[in-house]
Structure formats: structure tokens, C-alpha cells
């Protein structure tokens, strides 16, 4: 084991690989490096285990769970540390998203004028449930417990546009332009 200038313990990279050739014991050495390049780049900021993590999202599309040890390797945190922030934040996915990410609110105000019905509607139509991809990729369906548009709900937020007194046919006609758009 060797440590870098950063303090990070370096465990090797020399395990076996799947039959996708990824390694075991790490993420594949591409990803590897582009993860050390964003850790970098953010290691000197207050907290920077969350603007990592949404850097490397954003670079990757999810937070793979391969990356995990090396983030923590690389932060001297521990893997569960990593593991416990990308799974408590909903903006963390550990697969890639849809093209169209939907985000229906069902907080309690949302609730009491009609969200659940919009969420059954959703699933429906999209023929997926809360939390999946629609199989062409094109959709992620995601639920949040407040968007910050109370006073205009069942609200939702389709690719960071925030749209307010949704129902089914509404939905639908928003649905129709995210996803044209993207």
C-alpha cells in the first residue's frame, strides 16, 4: 500500500474483473482518473464531499457505487461516510437518469389538492413506478417532499422547470415538451 501527497491510501487496483471488465476492486482506470481530477478540483472546499458528488453526477450521470472507496480513499473518509451522503440525498442516483427528469412533489400541500392522483397518473402513463426509468430511457420518475410551490399545487419540477396546478392532462402536455426538448 502506498499513500499519495493527499494522505489517500492507495490499496492497488489489482483485483479480477467482470465480464464487463470492470475491476473489483475499483472503478475501471478511466473513470478512475477523471474521479481524482474532480476530487482535485474541489478537495480544498469547506464540505467537499456534496460539490464533489454532484460534479462527478454530473459528469457521469449517476455516482456509481465503484467510485465510492475511491472518494473516500481519496477524502480519508470512510465508505460509509460516501455511501450514507449518496443514498440520503434524492438528487444522488447511483444509475443514470432519463434524458427527462420528473420530480413529482408529495408533501402535504401538494397531497391536499391531488398529488397522489397525479403520481398514480404518472406511473401509468409512463408505465413505470417512483424511483425507475422508463425502460427507453427517456424518463426518470422521482418523487420530493416540497418544491417550494405550495401555494400552486400538486406542483412538479421536469428538468429544473418548476410547473404548478398540474393534473393528468396538464402533465401530460408538459411531459410531451420536456421531452421533445431533450
Given at each position: 500500500?502506498?499513500v ?13 474483473t ?9 472503478p475501471p ?60 440525498y ?93
Amino acid at each position: 500500500m502506498t499513500v499519495d501527497g493527499h494522505g489517500a491510501a492507495d490499496r492497488g487496483r489489482t483485483g479480477s474483473t467482470d465480464d464487463q471488465g470492470h475491476s473489483s476492486t475499483g472503478p475501471p482506470a478511466g473513470v478512475a482518473e477523471r474521479v481524482r481530477a474532480v476530487v482535485a478540483a474541489h478537495r480544498d472546499q469547506r464540505g467537499a464531499l456534496l460539490p464533489i458528488l454532484h460534479a462527478i453526477q454530473a459528469e457521469f450521470g449517476c455516482v456509481d457505487q465503484e467510485v465510492v472507496p475511491l472518494l473516500a480513499a481519496e477524502l480519508n473518509i470512510s465508505r460509509a461516510d460516501v455511501h450514507g451522503v449518496v443514498t440520503f440525498y434524492t438528487d444522488f442516483r447511483a444509475e443514470p437518469g432519463g434524458r427527462t427528469d420528473v420530480r413529482l412533489c408529495r408533501a402535504e400541500a401538494c397531497q391536499s389538492v391531488g398529488a397522489e392522483r397525479l403520481v398514480a397518473h404518472a406511473e401509468q402513463v409512463l408505465g413505470i413506478k417512483l424511483g425507475q426509468t422508463t425502460p427507453d430511457g427517456s424518463i426518470t420518475l422521482n418523487q420530493v417532499f416540497c418544491l417550494g410551490n405550495c401555494a400552486l399545487g400538486p406542483a412538479a419540477q421536469v428538468n429544473g422547470r418548476l410547473y404548478g396546478h398540474l393534473d393528468p392532462a396538464r402533465l401530460d402536455t408538459v411531459l410531451a415538451t420536456e421531452t421533445a426538448a431533450s
